[in-house]
């Protein structure tokens, strides 16, 4: 007789959850399924702090399932592999994005786009295919089919590699789509956190120019002196942004908060993209004249595929792209939470789960 799927959540694991609406983290004991034939076990060694752990574990989105063990920049050591796994051994480096499941039959996935199956599993807050919820990076172990692993070059460093699975992919994927990884464009990134300070990185790894563009003028010192940025505009500046209407052959607008779409339409050359990685909460408000008499795109683009992914970190890998981060003992989490709330990190939060995740 078949195992439930409760039964088959046999392995211990540990991490830290959000029970309610509050988002505050705490120590919380749980299952994993044993490795199947196919999946991989993996000790967590890091796990990088997304601006959308907090949205769901706050309820933000309005689907959050408690207890929520959030996390999807997710980085460690293989520690067990299925019989029929091909790709990974015991010892190796590996990682973990958004998602862990995807129906591998529809069209997206047919393309190595599984980010845009309509079934697509999250890493964590999502129902698997055994019924059980699934728990994220936050933890100390994880076990995933072998197809939504990637593979980290030994020379990339592992806690500074963690934010790529989710901030990396984010801001890659639509420069590559969007054909604005050509040599000698000019490309403008709307905010500089987690996702912008990534995008002005491998912008310039492909040899673009890069403009960012911030509400904070103390950004620019960092933008243009440790980014590699290679001008910096002030977007409540009317003067500066007049200046720089119709230069930019596309920009990546990181930003969450609500901000006009306008300007960031004029920033652009005839034919221009304007490409939406950031969710607002509140709907943008899109003018049709600047886009028909320009030939303007507003688009959207949400992570990337397994193999798009993989594609990524190997690039990021020649190129020695590597995200900036502050690493935080696991007890320190709901204060990091805090401060990001504020914006108050240089760029991402990556927790060290492997030296401070502690069960009682």
């Not at 995807?102 to 845009?116: F, I, P, V």
């Not at 939504?148 to 070059?153: F, H, Q, S, T």
């Not at 910096?232 to 609500?258: C, H, K, N, W, Y």
């Amino acid at each position: 007789m078949a195992s439930s799927g409760v039964e088959q959540q046999a392995q211990k694991a540990f991490g830290w959850a959000a029970r309610d609406t509050s988002g505050v983290l705490s120590p919380f004991d749980f299952s994993r399924r044993l490795t199947g034939e196919e999946d991989v076990t993996m000790k967590v060694m890091y796990c990088g702090i997304c601006h959308s752990d907090l949205h769901f574990i706050k309820n933000d989105w309005g689907n959050a399932k408690y207890p929520a063990v959030p996390g999807h920049e997710i980085v460690g050591v293989v520690t067990e592999v299925g019989k029929k796994v091909q790709n990974f051994k015991v010892g190796d480096k590996v990682g973990v994005g958004c998602f862990v499941g995807s129906c591998r039959s529809c069209d997206n996935c047919a393309n190595d786009l599984e980010n845009y199956c309509p079934e697509l599993i999250g890493t964590y807050g999502a129902t698997y295919y055994d019924g059980t919820k699934t728990f994220g990076g936050y933890s100390d172990n994880l076990v995933v089919n072998e197809h939504y692993v990637v593979r980290i070059p030994d020379t990339m460093p592992l806690d500074a590699s963690a934010p790529l699975l989710c901030a990396g992919i984010t801001v890659y994927s639509p420069l590559k789509y969007f054909g604005l990884d050509k040599p000698g464009l000019h490309i403008g990134v709307v905010g500089l956190g987690g996702l912008g300070h990534m995008a002005v990185k491998f912008a310039k790894a492909f040899g673009a120019k890069v403009t960012v563009i911030s509400t904070s003028p103390n950004k620019k010192d960092e933008a243009i002196n440790l980014l590699g940025a290679d001008s910096f505009l002030i977007s409540r500046e009317p003067e500066q942004m007049q200046a720089a209407m119709g230069t930019m052959d596309g920009i990546i607008d990181t930003v969450s908060a609500s901000h006009p779409l306008l300007p960031l339409i004029g920033l652009v050359k005839y034919h221009g993209k304007v490409v939406l990685v950031g969710a607002p909460s509140e709907p943008f408000e899109l003018p049709a004249m600047p886009m028909l008499v320009g030939r303007k795109i507003v688009a959207g683009s949400c992570i990337g595929g397994m193999k798009e992914t993989q594609e990524m970190i190997d690039f990021a890998a020649k190129h020695d792209i590597k995200s900036e981060i502050e690493v935080i003992p696991m007890d320190y989490v709901n204060t990091a939470m805090e401060r990001l709330v504020k914006a108050d990190v240089r760029y991402r939060f990556v927790i060290d789960i492997a030296n401070t995740l502690k069960s009682a």
